[in-house]
């Protein structure tokens, strides 16, 4: 049997990519079904290079293993220089008897991406030592939740939370909705701020990423203190059952600011009649987050705060990540890598798992902007066999 050949895709070879996600990871994946979504995700538009290696054997029509990767000048071209690169979908089948393939097609996304950072956000804890093997920091995300105490019966989360006492910061920020155009105008020392950590973040980025997102809406906002723009943040809202959750799924600028945003943040929750609003972060530290109103949430305590919507589960996720190297603090958040995407197509009309925009609290509201998952990774030399090595994405 010939070796199998591992090279980087085209976009002819994207109908097979989607071809193997639903024949050898799920039916009803997202990515099997929905091209535009694929290529949102691993498709530059300028160049039209397909950030996805496969594996495949001469001859054969199917794919036998493919591993995607997002890079962040996907989004923003000019952080090209600072450029991080975040892994999803690593599969190989089962019945692929090519021993260590799933390292192969790492090693082909290593050399592709060799002046890159490298992180995977949502890795299976049974193979994390197989990631810092080969290098990567693996942690767990925390998870926060800032909980709407006005709603007493809850259709969401579970568990008594305190009362948390008045907010009074030193300084309050004010929060205004941006649109893409606007983005393209923010400050460059805040663009600065928003490079000063890995993965490098920009205005431009937030735009791409966020406001042209093909399914979901996001609201992105400008946190202002004292006339000066201290950071960019994203929000979307998930529901179920009339219920309602807003997720911070991106903050990138100066973190300091968080309690100066807390009390806008609650006056968005409360307008918007949410039972929470929670984020899950690497690089942002439990201090600033208590200061901020937020409670941290414990994977095994008594608060439950839901992160799975579609289909919806009420339990805690932890998340865990990894990267490389280690050299500049990392700030990692849901939406890095493909953990905040959609898991399966919305039904026509659903509410019950579709993402809105979130209502802002600011003078004037802008117009919206427009609108790894499972792996099996074959390590024989590691005594591993079609291994998991990423959770689910969590939307």
């Known amino acids: ?28 994946h997202i990515l099997s ?4 979504l694929v290529e949102f995700q691993h498709v530059h538009p300028d160049t039209g290079d397909v950030d996805i290696v496969i594996a495949e ?53 290593a050399s592709l991406t060799s002046d890159c950072a490298h992180a995977v956000n949502g890795i299976n804890d049974a193979v994390a030592p197989i990631y810092a093997a080969m290098g990567y920091t693996v942690t767990a995300l925390t998870h926060v939740a800032m909980v709407n105490t006005a709603i007493k019966s809850t259709m969401l989360r579970e568990g008594h939370v305190e009362t ?10 004010t929060l205004h909705a941006v649109t893409c155009d ?33 399914t979901y809406r996001y609201e992105i906002l400008r946190a202002v203190v004292q006339d000066e723009d201290r950071a960019l943040m994203a929000i979307r809202e998930d529901r179920h059952g009339g219920a309602t959750a807003l997720r911070l799924v991106d903050f990138r600028g100066d973190v300091s600011c968080l ?5 806008a943040l609650q006056s968005i929750i409360r307008e918007r009649n949410a039972e929470y609003l929670d984020a899950y972060a690497v690089g942002i530290d439990d201090a600033t987050w208590q200061a901020a109103g937020f409670h941290i949430v414990d994977p095994d305590g ?12 009420r339990r805690n996720v932890s998340i865990t990540c990894a990267y490389m190297p280690a050299d500049k603090p990392w700030l990692i958040m849901k939406a890095d890598g493909d953990q905040d995407r959609p898991n399966v197509p919305a039904s026509p009309g659903s509410a019950e798992t579709s993402s809105a925009s979130v209502m802002v609290h600011s003078k004037s509201r802008a ?11 074959e390590l024989d030399d590691c005594g591993l066999s079609s291994s998991r090595m990423c959770r689910p994405p969590t939307g």
Not at 77 to 104: I, K, S
Not at 367 to 377: D, I, P, T
């Open 302 to 313: 008594p608060l439950i705060v839901p992160n799975y919507f579609s289909p919806f589960e």
């Open 57 to 109: 054997r001469p001859g054969d029509t199917d794919l036998i293993g493919m591993l995607g990767f997002i890079r962040s000048s996907r989004y923003d071209p000019a952080l090209r220089d600072q450029d991080a690169v975040f892994l999803a979908l690593w599969n190989v089948r089962p019945d692929a008897n090519e021993g260590p393939l799933g390292l192969r097609l790492h090693h082909h996304v």
């Open 367 to 377: 117009g919206s902007c427009s609108s790894a998952a499972r792996s099996a990774l």
């Open 182 to 214: 606007e983005l393209r105008d923010i400050a460059s020392p805040l663009s600065s701020t928003m490079q000063h950590s890995q993965p490098a973040r920009s205005a431009v980025y937030f735009a791409e990423r966020y406001g042209a997102h093909p």
């Open 164 to 173: 948390p006492d008045s907010l009074t910061p030193s300084e309050r920020a």
């Open 1 to 28: 049997m010939s070796r199998a050949i591992v090279r980087r895709a085209t976009m002819d070879d994207i109908e097979r990519v989607m071809s193997f996600i639903h024949h050898h990871w799920r039916a009803d």
């Open 33 to 36: 079904r929905d091209r535009t």
């Open 259 to 263: 309690p100066a945003i807390a009390p």
